[in-house]
């Protein structure tokens, strides 16, 4: 049974792997789904880029994480709002995002590579936090489950235009544009049991300034 | 056989209606799963709650719609990032987040509710915006697929703590906090083809301001 999908992919003709690696890199959480005993099962867990891979960790004692583990099909979606397209009508009222579903199967990462793959996961999610923080200790790498998904197949979306009224209806009273969705973090706030003294991290310090 | 899913639901103790409805009004896009010949899909839609439901809607002319359509089992997965919680370990870092998971099915919304149920749809997206905008035409509503989701069951998890460091950790020199994600839409932006002395629509102004 070939887990390559016949239907709705590859829809947007300007889809290259440089747009669908933008999305990913800006994605922090993907939907993954899965079937189990003939049902549809879907769960929400941070990702990481790895090349053409997607890095996911969890509990060891995660029972779907464990059966991700065993590598049955999977579907990942991930999807951008990138802002409200008021249009004239309802009809023609949209959004601009981008999304991608991506088919694959996951692996356990072998415990040789294990502190590697997390360094990548977390400097993924925090870029520059690897160098901040202590090591994971052998208790900690044995309670993480890192899997790699590889990726048999892929499709990308990206909706990024103005509202298409027709002649009517720019005619009529209507207002008509975008509203786009705010981006990036806030300013970072210190832990009630920090210290005194020190400073924010740069990895924090970036991100929050970007 | 049950949709009953009997694993990793309700893991969190403080779970309620409340709670779960108020993350379902917050997002906006949801990310739909399913079984398709034994195999998973998942599609991101634009979701509103109406009630116990959820409302989604696209093309008569999508297949898988048109599958959902039909009644097979769904998993609806919706997931806020809200803030990095940055710890003194890569092992102890992780997210305040609120996710959940629901379990049902999707069934066609019948003619005679179809344009009550997008002017649901329509103000849930953009509060208000029905009364600012033309009813759609008979030919818009025959290209337009309804449905509604009946929910079975729901699981929801909401993390909002700090970082959770050793005594260890904390007399180290690592920064800890939270990065909070902004939230919101930047001011709105007018359509190219928007005739001079329209202002903007009050449903995008109170959006835009808060």
């Known amino acids: 049974m070939s887990t390559r999908p016949t239907?709705?992919?590859?829809?947007?003709?300007?889809?290259?792997?440089?747009?669908?690696?933008?999305?990913?890199?800006?994605?922090?959480?993907g939907h993954f789904a899965f079937v189990e005993d003939g049902l549809p099962r879907v769960m929400p867990i941070a990702i990481v880029r790895d090349g053409r891979d997607i890095l996911l960790h969890g509990s060891t004692g995660s029972p779907w994480m464990r059966l991700l583990a065993t590598g049955v099909p999977v579907a990942l979606s991930v999807a951008e709002l990138d802002a409200l397209v008021v249009a004239r009508s309802a009809f023609e009222s949209s959004m601009r995002f981008r999304s991608a579903v991506l088919f694959g199967s996951c692996a356990a990462v072998a415990d040789d590579e294990k502190v590697a793959t997390l360094d990548l996961v977390t400097d993924g999610l925090l870029p520059g936090r690897v160098s901040e923080v202590r090591r994971s200790s052998a208790k900690e790498l044995a309670a993480t489950l890192v899997l790699r998904m590889r990726i048999d197949d892929w499709s990308l979306k990206i909706s990024d235009g103005w509202?298409?009224?027709?002649?009517?209806?720019?005619?009529?009273?209507?207002w008509a544009g975008v509203l786009p969705v705010r981006r990036g973090f806030e300013d970072a706030v210190p832990a009630p049991d920090l210290r005194a003294g020190i400073r924010v991290a740069a990895s924090v310090a970036r991100l929050s300034a970007g």
């Open 7 to 29: 239907r709705e992919l590859h829809k947007f003709s300007g889809a290259t792997r440089e747009k669908l690696d933008a999305l990913l890199d800006q994605s922090v959480i």
């Open 163 to 174: 509202p298409d009224d027709s002649a009517d209806d720019i005619a009529g009273d209507a």
